[in-house]
């Protein structure tokens, strides 16, 4: 399989990994851990020049964006899911009665198996061709079980994902279609993902490709295309405020990183921009951190809240995302299930988008710092949607017709 491919570089621009508390450097390779300090370890680049017309002449895909990823330069012309390019729907409706002038949503549920993990999904699969792995893997909360299933299926690699026991019907289905090992766990997520861990150490796990575990460095630079698509789709500016789900954490955390990039790269103009995270509150570590005032994410042991696809109790960025919510005079905030609920009912009845609850979760918090004033009405503003209503149908199984009649013009009449 890797050695089939083509001989070109493998992962482009990128030099070397970085530590991001030490700062020291290593090679590229299979590896996520300081060897220093044990802190986590991200891509650092050699950018080229980059241009707008550069980009806008490549694929309506994530691969539009290559030169300013760990991939090899021919990816577009290789067997992938071709993830992103999704639409940043103008939201009319849903500003106007959240009282926002300048509201978009990213709607990424449009991606090949409907959530934003086939982005992080198609760069950790360059990396496990590179370094020879035959089976793609995870840890995860249902979207990525599929993204994955769905990614090794089209790159020819074997694939066995691990997830709790306990997810939605809708996306065990989804994890399962693609042919690979699904096995589901009795435990959380935070006790499936130290599993794994466990399994990368294992002879069972050789030539596995973990991809946010030992291939994490190049998996989470997946979400960064997010913050290009949005800089792009906006006529190349930044936001002013953008609402972002935390899970791990890295979706913010890179895309925070990717507005950095462009703003260096001169692709943008360097214009302050608001970070706020969003979690559910029976599982918000990070915000209640935020809240706190503290930097120490303590780990919440039996997450509790519809929106699954956020229940990781020990989030691993937690910490990074304080810190970008902080500098950038952001927030981190959290809604009950109800909250999430009425939100999803919300978006869908304004703007005509079904969002899973993560979806939810963003929408609810974008509602709720609107009602408390906490955030500038008249600001270019950018709500994330991660994932597709489908998915998640129990969260608003309460939906149904709004009336049962006998098939005669006099029956409808009665019910109007």
Not at 116 to 128: C, G, N
Not at 329 to 352: F, H, P, S
Request: glycine fraction near 10%; hydrophobic fraction near 40%.
């Amino acid at each position: 399989m890797s050695g089939t491919l083509s001989p070109v570089a493998p992962f482009g621009p990128a030099a070397h990994l970085s530590c991001r508390e030490c700062g020291h450097t290593t090679d590229l390779g299979p590896t996520f851990a300081c060897e220093e300090c044990f802190g986590p370890l991200e891509i650092s680049y050699d950018f080229g020049t980059v241009t707008r017309e550069q980009i806008a002449a490549g694929p309506a895909s994530i691969w539009r964006y290559a030169p300013l990823l760990p991939v090899p330069a021919d990816v577009a012309t290789r067997p992938t899911t071709n993830p992103g390019w999704t639409r940043l729907v103008r939201a009319h409706h849903l500003g106007r009665e959240l009282g926002f002038t300048n509201l978009h949503v990213k709607d990424d549920s449009g991606n090949p198996t409907h959530s934003f993990k086939d982005r992080v999904v198609a760069i950790a699969v360059q990396a496990a061709h590179a370094f020879g792995y035959t089976t793609l893997s995870c840890s995860s909360t249902g979207n990525l079980a599929g993204a994955v299933g769905a990614a090794a299926a089209r790159a020819g690699l074997d694939s066995c994902v691990f997830i709790p026991s306990n997810l939605e019907k809708e996306k065990i289905v989804v994890a399962s279609v693609y042919g690979g090992r699904l096995v589901a766990i009795d435990g959380t997520y935070d006790e499936v993902n130290r599993f794994c861990s466990e399994l990368i150490g294992d002879e069972l796990g050789e030539k596995w490709g973990f991809v946010n575990v030992n291939l994490r460095p190049y998996y989470a630079e997946g979400s960064k295309t997010l913050a290009y698509e949005i800089a792009e789709q906006l006529g190349w500016r930044l936001p002013e405020q953008i609402v972002v789900p935390v899970a791990s954490g890295s979706q913010l955390t890179k895309i925070d990183k990717g507005f950095r990039e462009l703003v260096k790269l001169g692709l943008v103009e360097d214009t302050p921009y608001k970070v706020i995270g969003a979690q559910g509150s029976g599982c918000a570590p990070v915000s209640q951190a935020y809240k706190d005032g503290i930097d120490v994410i303590r780990p919440v042991k039996q997450p509790d809240t519809i929106a699954k696809s956020l229940a990781i109790g020990n989030p691993a960025d937690g910490p990074y995302v304080l810190d970008i919510a902080r500098r950038s005079g952001g927030t981190v905030e959290d809604v009950t299930d109800e909250e999430i609920r009425d939100a999803v009912k919300l978006l869908a009845r304004t703007e005509g988008i079904f969002a899973e609850t993560a979806g939810g979760v963003t929408v609810g918090v974008l509602k709720k710092l609107a009602d408390a004033g906490r955030l500038d009405p008249e600001a270019l503003t950018v709500v994330i949607n991660s994932g597709d209503g489908l998915k998640t149908l129990d969260a608003v199984s309460d939906c149904g017709p709004t009336a049962v009649i006998k098939p005669s013009l006099d029956a409808f009449r009665a019910t109007l």
